[in-house]
């Protein structure tokens, strides 16, 4: 059976790919035809997220602009073309008040946030997208959008990211459409300090019953990649769960996201991904 999304044959980069948000997302383009090429900084996670989609893949920090051209011609090399790139690697650091955060911290995470996928873009604009047209979607936060405790720095620089995704589609028009897709809580390792120990009560808290998983997220990609968008460009498609009108749900409302944000810290038990990428 043709697969709907028009994506057969095509190759695609995914960043902070061997968990999580990104690891769903490589294997949903994989499943739907194309050709994946993975990153993180993890060898051994990359490793196994390569053999599972049945593609390629390159370990490094998407904050080293030399692994960036690095990823981008293998992926030329391998395939031939690149077609598809998917900014998810990202970090929640500095968490903390905005008034204790290292500026070197904070530099950061605007590098890892921000400027990785701006330099990715431009790498593969050179090589082939300038010339061959192509999609980019980058993953944002529904909490770019608000406030929140703790988590200044993030929000901060998901929310630049979302005006870099509107200027890349103001200016990389009519060649290559770029979108953003900003999840709600998901079930990464990422977040694993908000959901654990009261997943089932925060998903009761929302007015779609559960808290996300990644699948949700990499289906929301997947199409925004795919020809079944081909008119969609600065765009910024949420997928939280129904988030942002829980205000009018009438079901018992359950602890929040900013109440549990307000009492945990991310653990550090487990070694990040990909430049502190934790999806």
């Not at 960043?15 to 739907?32: C, F, M, N, P």
Request: hydrophobic content about 40%.
């Amino acid at each position: 059976m043709t697969s709907p999304y028009g994506i057969e044959g095509r190759a695609a980069i995914v960043t902070g790919a061997s968990r999580g948000i990104g690891l769903a997302v490589a294997q949903a383009l994989a499943d739907a035809g194309a050709r994946v090429c993975v990153t993180a900084r993890d060898p051994d996670g990359v490793a196994r997220a390569a053999e599972r989609v049945g593609g390629i893949g390159l370990a490094g920090s998407v904050a080293d602009p030399a692994h960036l051209w690095e990823l981008t011609e293998l992926a030329l090399r391998e395939f031939g073309r690149i077609d598809v790139v998917v900014n998810n690697a990202a970090t929640n650091q500095p968490y903390g008040p905005l008034m204790d955060a290292d500026p070197d911290r904070w530099r950061e995470a605007f590098t890892v946030n921000v400027e990785a996928p701006l330099r990715l873009v431009q790498c593969v604009w050179r090589a082939w997208m300038g010339e061959h047209g192509g999609a980019v979607v980058n993953i944002c936060t529904e909490g770019a959008g608000h406030v929140g405790p703790h988590v200044g720095a993030y929000g901060t620089s998901k929310a630049a990211l979302q005006h870099l995704t509107r200027q890349l589609a103001g200016e990389l028009a009519p060649k290559v459409r770029v979108n953003s897709v900003s999840p709600g809580l998901v079930r990464t390792e990422m977040a694993r300090f908000v959901w654990e120990d009261g997943e089932d009560e925060l998903g009761a808290g929302l007015p779609l019953g559960r808290i996300g998983r990644p699948e949700d997220i990499a289906r929301a990609v997947l199409w925004l990649a795919s020809d079944a968008a081909e008119w969609i460009t600065g765009a910024d498609l949420l997928v939280d769960g129904g988030t942002r009108v829980r205000a009018a749900y009438t079901a018992a409302p359950g602890p929040t996201v900013q109440e549990r944000l307000r009492t945990r810290t991310p653990g550090l038990q487990r070694p990040p991904d990909s430049a502190g990428q934790r999806r």
